[in-house]
């Protein structure tokens, strides 16, 4: 309560309680709403960024998953994470995809290593032979 000073009776500390608390619950409320709600409408929330992101649909891309066996197209491992689409970046530039030019699934590793060597077949071929010559393989 403020006083006819404008001083406060209660301190900083307890004065935030009492305004932020309610609001704090109210904030935890809608987090465990998103969380439930990103759980129930998983593949509608994935077929959607799919869609929108390399124009590919959820069917599509559980089709490229079967028919790479669940392993990623260059190093062939299994990923415990779902594998990333990997899309020709000289027809689509940047991030999206037109969804004609998805090339198959990746892990991590692997598709930040096509875009460290800029899908250059010259910078992997020198990579090839450095790690060849190097006596690394």
């Given at each position: 309560?403020?006083?006819?000073?404008?001083?406060?009776?209660?301190?900083?500390?307890?004065?935030?309680?009492?305004?932020?608390?309610?609001?704090?619950?109210?904030?935890?409320?809608?987090?465990?709403?998103?969380?439930?709600?990103?759980?129930v409408n998983?593949?509608?929330?994935?077929?959607?960024?799919?869609?929108?992101?390399?124009?590919?649909?959820?069917?599509?891309?559980?089709?490229?998953?079967?028919?790479?066996e669940g392993?990623?197209?260059?190093?062939?491992?299994?990923?415990?994470?779902?594998?990333?689409?990997?899309?020709?970046?000289?027809?689509?530039?940047?991030?999206?995809?037109?969804?004609?030019?998805?090339?198959?699934?990746?892990?991590?590793?692997?598709?930040?290593?096509?875009?460290?060597?800029?899908?250059?077949?010259?910078?992997?071929?020198?990579?090839?032979?450095?790690?060849?010559?190097?006596?690394?393989?």
């Amino acid at each position: 309560m403020d006083s006819k000073d404008g001083y406060r009776s209660d301190c900083k500390a307890c004065c935030r309680v009492d305004v932020m608390g309610p609001r704090m619950a109210q904030q935890e409320d809608k987090r465990a709403y998103m969380r439930s709600y990103n759980v129930v409408n998983a593949d509608n929330l994935r077929h959607a960024y799919l869609l929108r992101n390399y124009g590919i649909s959820l069917e599509r891309y559980v089709e490229m998953f079967d028919a790479q066996e669940g392993r990623c197209s260059i190093c062939q491992r299994t990923q415990a994470k779902a594998l990333a689409v990997d899309h020709d970046h000289a027809c689509c530039p940047g991030k999206r995809s037109c969804g004609r030019c998805v090339r198959g699934l990746l892990c991590s590793r692997c598709n930040v290593a096509l875009g460290n060597f800029q899908d250059d077949p010259s910078i992997m071929e020198r990579a090839i032979a450095y790690v060849t010559a190097a006596g690394l393989s």
